[in-house]
């Protein structure tokens, strides 16, 4: 039996990537949002550690070049972050953005399937990047 920090660095591993602290905290992060996240909120998970920002940017990066996180949102010129869970997971459900307090949320999935279409216009709808805009339940 593996344990998770194992599990995690052979995400890594078999991406080809070189298991660093930075890049092992990032994934963690991801790992454990329960929303996209930005660059700068996950400087703010980060906060007690002493990577600067280019660091953390860079980690992100490379963990979306290689597929392990995807930009699930880029609201507001933004983009935010989001583990791929499995091969081929593109995380592709909607959002919604908080006008007052910019969080990006993920949408339950019962509103995915309501907007599932078959014939000409499947393929669109099942790849468009959908992102409801108004104030969260918190703001209202």
């Known amino acids: 039996m593996t344990s998770k920090k194992e599990q995690e660095r052979k995400i890594l591993q078999e991406r080809g990537l070189r298991v660093t602290a930075p890049r092992l905290a990032v994934l963690r992060v991801l790992k454990s949002a329960k929303s996209p996240l930005s660059h700068s909120e996950v400087l703010e998970c980060l906060a007690k550690t002493d990577w600067d920002p280019a660091t953390v940017y860079r980690n992100l990066v490379k963990l979306r070049d290689t597929g392990i996180a995807i930009v699930v949102s880029r609201a507001d010129g933004i983009d935010r972050y989001a583990l791929a869970l499995t091969d081929g997971d593109n995380h592709r459900h909607p959002h919604f953005v908080c006008e007052d307090c910019s ?33 969260c339940p918190d703001c209202i």
């Open 103 to 135: 969080h990006v949320s993920c949408l339950p999935d019962d509103l995915s399937r309501s907007l599932s279409t078959k014939g000409r216009w499947a393929a669109s709808v099942r790849n468009a990047t959908i992102q409801l805009r108004g104030k």
